[in-house]
């Protein structure tokens, strides 16, 4: 299980290295550009993927504090709901303060935060022996654990990627006119 666990982790890592290495090569104009009122850039888009992972993963508690908690069905019905919400283009609210970007932090701070939080995530791996255990806490699903809130994870990224292309064409189309 541990391995396959790693093998899913390296999977989105190198999704958010993709990412990330793409917005390091981005104009800070595109980076910042806000397509409307209301709505995110690129660097807070990015924000919230930090934040919202942090949130899930109760920031990087000693591995020692980390509690399990029970995952009944309810946890797992709203667990397959909130994935395939993220898969959908229906637009959501985020479900937590926590989670909302505050759009004052620089593309190179948040990679710095992201690499601490799976190099936390990847030790809990490596140390924990009941990996099945839910020790993470999503605010609509309830208790995770680690292969859930790693596929999860993979499932937001994507659905932030096609939102972070949406305000890379506006914002190209906005600076070149």
Do not use: C
């Amino acid at each position: 299980m541990r391995d396959r666990l790693l093998t899913r982790l390296d999977a989105f890592d190198r999704l958010r290295w993709g990412l990330l290495d793409q917005l390091d090569a981005t104009s800070p104009e595109i980076l910042a550009f806000v397509p409307a009122p209301g709505e995110w850039s690129i660097l807070e888009v990015v924000e919230h993927l930090v934040r919202a992972e942090a949130d899930v993963l109760r920031g990087t508690p000693p591995l020692h504090e980390l509690v399990a908690r029970p995952r009944g069905l309810t946890a797992r019905l709203r667990y397959v709901f909130t994935n395939a919400l993220l898969r959908s283009p229906i637009s959501v609210g985020i479900p937590s303060a926590g989670m909302a970007p505050q759009g004052n932090v620089e593309l190179a701070e948040l990679r710095q935060t992201w690499d601490a939080s799976q190099r936390w995530l990847r030790a809990y791996i490596a140390s924990e022996k009941d990996l099945s255990r839910a020790v993470f806490v999503h605010p609509v699903t309830g208790p995770l654990d680690v292969a859930s809130t790693i596929a999860l994870n993979a499932v937001h990224i994507r659905r932030h990627l096609r939102q972070i292309d949406r305000v890379r064409t506006a914002a190209e189309a906005q600076v070149s006119a």
